[in-house]
């Protein structure tokens, strides 16, 4: 089962991965040192599946593409925050990571507990709590570049269906 | 409409836009660097685009890590001058130049009316200058790149009046600060800021930039001020095509409005680690530091070195700090030496740098050590932005900075400024 990292507002895109580590396209190495500079231990010990709480204003700062490009490459299946940066929140859905955003989130969840994630009904549950939370919907067109992998592998597909 | 509604109508070919409607834009100008261009080749490649919608609309800088800082850096060099070559890019300004964020202003990309387009975070600068700019990732400047369009969302209109005017030493910087410290980190977040009022009227161009590079500090889509003579002066000679002047109509609608008195601000410092921890300088005076940085596409502008020659004049910087300066762009370096600015500035044991983003990213020329304070006149003081997780950033503006070099620890300038 998914656990939760918490994490409080405006975590920024330095802080997802910073930027000494951008320069060497390693997409595998952005992810060993995701949120390395507020939090050490994530990278070593985040599982695939693993799902960021966060508060307000998620992905703030730098327009690196690489931020959720690292998250992924650790494992984040993903990011449930009270608000978005825009730049985040567009590269992330582009990257095919999923950023949904629910008011009041971060007081739901405590470190490590277990969480459940349904996209197409739109909520996520605190199985520790009990408690569902309903996250606000995503449009369909962007419920299918998620489930396509993001922008590309989407553009390539839809490419392919005209073809 | 607001001049920021205009500008997206006219891109997206329509007579009228309004806020949260999202429409398919062309973009006159778009720009990478040599940190987001790679991974927007690699994107563009993916898409399986043969060519770039228009050589002579992409701009493409080196900045971030010039001259080269790894052989990692070198390689994405090596790899846009090669798809510079390819697709023939026309406006391809390798590592001469400096920062992207100077450089599309002096050399006439960011003109009023136009829709400018940036694979960086500080795009937004250009809104100085009347048109319509913002940041993007790398996957959508490759898809820019394939189409030459872009999607987005219209953003509804702030109106930020600033009266008075600045009292010198106290800078746009200053004030810009104060107005994140007011707004928040997330108080503009999916808005268009536009400026306004007396205090923006009698400021540089210079300073107008410095004010609406930061508003992306507050979750800004756009910062954007009215063009007007100054800036239509500052334009002559350097505009690259032709445009077309846009202000906002008189019932333009507004989703706030805040009123600022200039003439009150002190001098102001964003602390520890976060922009919107603003305070004024007085309230931190005496805060040791190691590193005094002038500079980016924050402060790196010829009136801001000229701000810190007035105050290092016959000075010596402390013995315990690294003063280190960077003009934002070549144009800015060659006036800064032609008038005897950066003797000034070496003479008082500055340290100058080739023009880039210098020590702003914390990969680069002024690398923090754990334990070191910074004070710096740059955009971002996040945890670990200039190096170590364990150091810490102050913000200020180059006036402010300049007089901390000289005393090792943070001062306010007013007593420096004669």
Redesign the interface.
Known sequence: MPRAWVYG??V?T??II???Y????DPAEWGRHAM???DPEFSKRVQPGDVIIAG??FG???????APIALKAAGVSAVVAE?F???FY??AI??GLPVLTCPGVSKKFKNGDEVEVNLREGWIKNVRTGERVEVQPLPDFILDILNAG???PY??KK?EVKK | MTITEKILARAAGKREVSPGEIVDVKVDFAMMHDLTGPLTVESFEKIGAKKVWDPARLVITFDHQTPASSIDAAKNHILLREFARKHRIVHFYDMFEGICHQVLPEKGFALPGKVVIGADSHTVTYGALGCFATGVGSTDMAAILATGKIWLRVPESVRVKVEGALRPPVMSKDLILHIIGDFGMDGATYQAVEFTGKCISRMSIDGRLTVCNMVVEMGAKNGIIEPDRKTLDWLRGRAKERFEVVKSDPDAEYRDERIYDASRLEPQVACPHSVDNVKSVREVEGKEIDQAFIGTCTNGRLEDLKMAARIVKGKRVSRNVRFIVVPASAEVYRKALDSGILKILVDAGALVESPGCGACMGCHIGVLGPGEVSISASNRNFRGRQGSPDSEIYLASPATVAASAIEGKIVDPRDYYA
């Open positions: 507002n405006h920024s330095d802080d910073a930027g000494r951008l320069a060497k396209h390395e500079n507020i307000k204003n703030c700062g730098s327009s690196r593409e690489q608000s940066a825009r730049i567009r590269n582009n990257q993001g922008l590309i553009l390539r490419m």
